[in-house]
T-cell receptor
Framework: AQSVTQPDIHITVSEGASLELRCNYS??????LFWYVQSPGQGLQLLLK??????LVQGIKGFEAEFKRSQSSFNLRKPSVHWSDAAEYFC??????????????FGTGTLLAVQP | ETGVTQSPTHLIKTRGQQVTLRCSSQ?????VSWYQQALGQGPQFIFQ???????GRGNFPPRFSGLQFPNYSSELNVNALELDDSALYLC??????????????FGPGTRLTVL
């Protein structure tokens, strides 16, 4: 079955430090992969997406992610974290099967805290 | 271009009641998907509507139902509310057509509290 795993429930980093959030997926075909960010009480904002091509994708707010097919991973990175990056981050895979088109399967999220 | 909008923003109901949540899709989109996000969890797919018909459903009971209207807006109805239905309900719109995957765009959500 298709699934997304985010192994880290909660991560704390210092402002200015680098960040890597892990995401592993299980999917039977070429995956469409996404990272979303959610601030408290808010909806989901798309940070970046991978459909095909270059495995290193750039997103908004200085984020990037690398697709590694051999590891079934799509980790999110940022070289220098800002206090405003504190939020919850969700990795998702786009699912084309089971009737619905373009639906998303989400991981359980990683809550990022940023220390001053 | 108008984004996805949802109403109401917040809602409080009691067990056993019924609730209707509304979603207006983004301009140019013909498909609406609904997700439930319980506290501390990732969003879970409820169902999707395309051409005014249900087009795929997640693991949710029949008391979760929906509608899509000719203008592609949508409603999510939940009957016989249970405490566990308390969650953020997210609507997402997308375009269905052609061979490729088309990304979904999310609204701000409706926070439902069941007492």
């Amino acid at each position: 079955a298709q699934s997304v795993t985010q192994p880290d429930i909660h991560i704390t980093v210092s402002e200015g430090a680098s960040l890597e959030l892990r995401c592993n997926y299980s999917y039977g075909a070429t995956p469409y992969l996404f990272w979303y960010v959610q601030s408290p009480g808010q909806g989901l904002q798309l940070l970046l997406k991978y459909f095909s091509g270059d495995t290193l994708v750039q997103g908004i707010k200085g984020f990037e992610a690398e697709f590694k097919r051999s590891q079934s991973s799509f980790n999110l990175r940022k070289p220098s974290v800002h206090w405003s990056d504190a939020a919850e981050y969700f990795c998702a895979v786009g699912d084309q099967y089971g009737g619905a088109t373009n639906k998303l399967i989400f991981g359980t999220g990683t809550l990022l805290a940023v220390q001053p | 271009e108008t984004g996805v909008t949802q109403s109401p923003t917040h809602l409080i109901k009691t067990r056993g009641q019924q609730v209707t949540l509304r979603c207006s899709s983004q301009s140019g989109h013909n498909t609406v998907s609904w997700y439930q996000q319980a506290l501390g969890q990732g969003p879970q797919f409820i169902f999707q509507y395309y051409r005014e018909e249900e087009n795929g459903r997640g693991n949710f009971p029949p008391r979760f139902s929906g509608l899509q209207f000719p203008n592609y807006s949508s409603e999510l109805n939940v009957n016989a509310l249970e405490l566990d239905d308390s969650a953020l309900y997210l609507c997402a719109s997308s375009w269905t057509g052609g061979p490729s995957y088309n990304e979904q765009f999310f609204g701000p959500g409706t926070r439902l509290t069941v007492l």
